[in-house]
């Protein structure tokens, strides 16, 4: 088991930035891929980026260029700094571990293990 904890959500205004963090139970290190999610409201859950403990990233075309996922293993803490942020990045952050097998890191059901997530508001 992996417990995932979020935090570093809030309100911020168009063109704004937050990091999110992602403390994780265990080292992130562990030759896992771990992902950054978001659910807003009425829709399905999207993949916006992932990084395996290569330092492999992925990011969903919707946030590239604006989202850089990171993590420090000392901390066991998995980061997304989400800069230039705009209204439709509104909804909750999720934090995902331990990609299962023969899927892509950025598919909504990959994951093993889910963090409670954490809420973002951008206001125009």
């Known amino acids: 088991q992996v417990q995932l904890v979020e935090s570093g959500g809030g309100s911020v205004q168009a063109g704004g930035s937050l990091r999110l963090s992602c403390a994780a139970s265990?080292?992130?290190?562990?030759?896992?891929?771990m992902g950054w999610f978001r659910q807003a409201p009425g829709k399905e859950r999207e993949g916006l980026a992932a990084l395996y403990s290569d330092g492999t990233t992925t990011y969903a075309r919707s946030v590239k260029g604006r989202f850089t996922i990171s993590n420090d293993n000392a901390k066991n803490t998995l980061y997304l700094q989400m800069d230039s942020l705009k209204p439709e990045d509104t909804g909750t952050y999720y934090c995902a571990s331990d990609l299962k097998e023969r899927s892509w890191p950025l598919h909504p059901n990959a994951y093993d293990y889910w963090g409670r997530g954490t809420q973002v508001t951008v206001s125009s």
């Open positions: 265990r080292a992130t290190y562990s030759n896992v891929w």
